[in-house]
């Protein structure tokens, strides 16, 4: 209190418990107390007294994370960056946004439709900048822009002893050294406390198109993602749904799609790529196929996709998240989704597939009762099951969610020789291991 105020920190019961975990099955801690910086000052003040006394520091977005990155596993405090939140300046001229870690993308999005601007980084969820940037988070618009990687130009970071850093720059690309900037997007809160950005805008897409195609198989819907984008189209999104997922969503939503493997894609090529689509989607033999250009007819089309999740958390009321994140080459795709779907089957565990199907990226989203060790076993047992799978065949544990507490095991296993300089990039920016500890680098 005495580093931040009274209005600065809290030891309240129920913040503290709000800061004890996320929506996965990941086993809570509340930390000792929570603290609310509103300045990059305030935070390397908290940084620099916390390392004096070695005192666990976890940075905290909006708390999105599904492997259990914000649980503070060794006490200490839990730093929310949440009143860190003002878009500082917005550069239609160049491009770009300059913000602090706590805007939530669509409040970024909101300040920039302003300007027919976007951020196209989603994740799903309505997270921080700070922390998809600490993930390196990714998601339905990949196939087009990229990742946090790909978009965050400069970062302004606090590290553990309070000294503050500016990696990257404000230019559209630099030569000038070790690419720190780099290093920090996706450091999951271990290395350093992100205190700005400078993003990259993108043109707000001029002639969107939602298309729906169902296929005969998981294979013909893959092979199809990869050749619309061959192609040359200008695929803003392109998701996978397999049949078991679409009949579990008209089950919950009472709805008749086509109970089919399906691409859910997004264009920005207005009719003209509708024609395209349509004959590209024709070679892998398509079974249906519907496409909008309206606004909300765009939205209806995509439901399916948005409900996917959903479904199977509606019928396992009071569970959590469990949700794997395998990605592979663009070619093994088709057999990854099968085998997957076939390893959940044979364990009897209900799953939704969900694939961004141009990225090689597939999640099997499971409900799991975290006081029943049984269950978190099977789901755990599946999930390694699939990440072997993945690494025999070229492919990585996360290609978006990170390692947090649940991938540690992964990591080790995928680049056990990266293993020691992981570690000596640790210790070289948190010599006291105060930061996030536990998590991405065993402690
Ligand atoms: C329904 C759902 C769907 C999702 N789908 C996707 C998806 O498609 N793609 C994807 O990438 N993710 C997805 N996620 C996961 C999640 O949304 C992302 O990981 C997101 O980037 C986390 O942001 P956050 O602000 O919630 O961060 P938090 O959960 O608060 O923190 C995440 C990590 O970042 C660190 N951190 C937070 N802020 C900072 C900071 N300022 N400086 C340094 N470290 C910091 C934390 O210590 C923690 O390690 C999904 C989540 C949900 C609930």
């Not at 789901?379 to 390692?403: D, F, N, P, Y």
Request: proline content about 5%.
């Amino acid at each position: 209190m005495a580093l931040l105020g009274e209005e600065g920190v809290s030891t309240g019961e129920t913040v503290l418990d709000l800061h004890a975990g996320d929506l996965s099955y990941h086993p809570r801690r509340v930390p000792d107390a929570v603290a609310f910086p509103t300045t990059t000052e305030e935070v390397a003040r908290v940084l620099a007294w916390a390392n004096e006394r070695r005192v666990p520091v976890v940075p905290f977005g909006a708390g999105t994370s599904l492997e259990g990155h914000v649980i503070p596993v060794a006490g200490g405090i839990s730093l929310d960056l949440a009143r860190m939140n003002r878009v500082l300046e917005l550069l239609p001229n160049d491009l770009q946004a300059i913000v602090q870690p706590g805007v939530l993308r669509s409040e970024l999005n909101a300040a920039a439709a302003q300007h027919g601007l976007w951020f196209p980084v989603d994740p799903g969820a309505d997270a921080s900048l700070g922390g998809m940037a600490a993930t390196n988070a990714s998601g339905t618009t990949t196939v087009r822009y990229g990742g946090m990687r790909a978009n965050v130009l400069a970062l302004e970071v606090a590290l553990a002893d309070g000294t503050v850093i500016r990696p990257g720059s404000r230019t559209v690309k630099t030569s000038a050294g070790y690419d720190l900037r780099s290093l920090f997007v996706g450091s999951e809160g271990t290395l350093g406390v992100i205190t700005e950005l400078t993003l990259r805008l993108h043109g707000l897409p001029e002639r969107p198109v939602a298309i729906r195609a169902a296929f005969p198989n998981v294979g013909a819907a893959c092979r199809t993602a990869v050749s619309l984008v061959g192609a040359g189209l200008t695929v803003t999104r392109c998701e996978l749904l397999d049949e078991a997922t679409l009949r579990a969503v008209n089950a919950y939503k009472e709805t008749s799609y086509p109970e089919a493997a399906s691409l859910f894609v997004e264009l920005d090529g207005g009719e003209d790529e509708i024609a395209s689509t349509r004959e590209v989607c024709g070679w892998e033999g398509v079974v249906s196929f519907e496409a909008e250009t309206a606004a909300e007819a765009r939205t209806r089309l995509w439901e399916a996709r948005h409900h996917a999740v959903f479904a199977v958390a509606a019928g396992a009321p009071g569970k959590r998240w469990f949700a794997t994140d395998a990605c592979v080459p663009l070619s093994v795709l088709p057999d990854a989704v099968e085998h997957g779907r076939a390893r959940a089957d044979a364990r009897g565990i209900p799953a939704a597939i969900v694939a961004h199907a141009a990225d090689g990226n597939f999640h099997l989203a499971l409900m799991v009762d975290p006081d029943d060790a049984g269950e978190v076993a099977e789901a755990q047992e599946l999930h390694a099951e699939l990440v072997e799978w993945a690494l025999e065949r070229g492919g990585t544990s996360t290609g978006e969610h990170g390692v947090g507490l649940g991938k540690l095991g992964y990591l080790e296993r995928e680049h056990g020789d990266l293993l020691p300089y992981l570690g000596a990039i640790k210790a070289a920016f948190d010599r006291n291991g105060i930061l996030n500890p536990g998590k991405v680098v065993r402690g």
